[in-house]
């Protein structure tokens, strides 16, 4: 059974940095294809980012050059380092997961496998 638990999440002032951990359990992180969504109230639920077995990435433009996607295969985790936070940024994070193509997908439906979610918070 595919499990996502992620930890990390908190609140900090704008220009702070926090870094987002995604444990998967129940199969191997490199049979899947991992992501990040976030969701604020009253919004629709977007793409972060996302990475493939390869190491190649896709960032949403909100957040490039200040967020970066990485997975530990030995660790069977994927994380999210987030850095110079602005309040915008506030909401609930999710880690994803998605079987199909290698394409750098950050299509909320195209995901199969989902966390509970950690909140971020960013207070200016």
């Known amino acids: 059974q595919v499990k996502l638990l992620e930890s990390g999440g908190g609140s900090v002032q704008a220009g702070g940095s926090l870094r987002l951990s995604c444990e998967a359990s129940g199969y191997s992180l490199r049979s899947y294809y991992m992501a990040w969504f976030r969701q604020a109230p009253g919004k629709e639920r977007e793409g972060v980012a996302c990475?493939?077995?390869?190491?190649?990435?896709n960032y949403d433009d909100s957040v490039k050059g200040r967020f970066t996607i990485s997975q530990d295969y030995p660790k069977n985790t994927l994380y999210l380092q987030m850095n110079n936070l602005k309040p915008e940024d506030t909401a609930m994070y999710y880690c994803a997961a998605r079987r199909g193509s290698s394409s750098l997908i950050l299509a909320p439906h195209e995901y199969d496998y989902w966390g509970q979610g950690t909140q971020v918070t960013v207070s200016s």
């Open positions: 990475i493939n077995a390869d190491g190649s990435t």
